[in-house]
């Protein structure tokens, strides 16, 4: 099973709407990490947050981790047609060595 | 421009055909990581290393193995291809495995 799970599955929101996607994990993690993947392209880092920190900001992007639920959250605010994509949440497993393991995703579409 | 190369970018082979998947990254990262993406499914970590010289397996190894004989470059090999290998792989490296991840845009391979 996975280590991180998005919830939603999918989300469709009208543009300048605020877009919330929540990731929860099993095992206590060092660090989380948001991704954005666009259609047919690489993932790309959006926001790490130690385990340690509770909030964390990024322009639009607003990241709460509450590691007693051992969920997160993404906020996008003021969502924008370009920020159609699908967003992943990565945690940080011990298995012989720190490895990142990736949720299935959100698959956000925006409207415009 | 830095980042991740992966080369080619889409491949068809007939079952049982071998190949050669590279990977090269030009911003003297320590640690790379190769992805498999399949629908549904998020990123399945299928080898990494973590310096020249250095491979590990990841969650899904079987069917695939991996050379790093240079310290940018990382190759995934397919000796005998199988339908179930049909994915998209993609590439990453970082500069520990606390940090975020550059991505490569992916290699669509599919097996018939």
């Known amino acids: 099973s996975q280590q991180g799970e998005e919830d939603p599955q999918a989300l469709s929101i009208q543009e300048g709407e605020n877009a919330t996607m929540n990731c929860s994990y099993k095992t206590s993690i060092n660090n989380l990490q948001w991704y954005r993947q666009n259609s047919g392209r690489g993932l790309v880092h959006l926001i790490l947050?130690?385990?340690?920190?509770r909030e964390k900001h990024s322009g639009r992007l607003r990241v709460t981790l509450d590691t007693s639920k051992k969920s997160s959250s993404l906020l996008i605010t003021a969502s924008r047609a370009a920020d159609t994509a699908s967003y992943f949440c990565a945690t940080d497993a011990w298995a012989g060595g720190f490895k990142t393991i990736f949720g299935a995703g959100t698959r956000l579409f925006v409207k415009a | 421009n830095a980042g991740v190369t992966q080369t080619p970018k889409f491949r068809v082979l007939k079952t049982g055909q071998s190949m050669t998947l590279l990977c090269a990254q030009d911003m003297n990262h320590e640690y790379m990581y190769w992805y498999r993406q399949d629908p549904g499914m998020g990123l399945r970590l299928i080898h990494y290393?973590?310096?020249?010289?250095?491979?590990a397996k990841g969650e899904v190894p079987d069917g695939y193995n991996v050379s790093r004989l240079k310290k940018q470059n990382f190759l995934l090999g397919l000796e005998s291809a199988a339908p179930s290998q049909t994915s998209v792989y993609f590439c990453?490296?970082?500069?520990?495995?606390?940090?975020?991840?550059?991505f490569g845009s992916g290699t669509r391979l599919t097996v018939v």
């Open positions: 290393s973590v310096g020249e010289g250095t491979t």
């Open positions: 947050i130690r385990s340690n920190e």
């Open positions: 990453a490296s970082s500069w520990t495995a606390l940090y975020g991840y550059t």
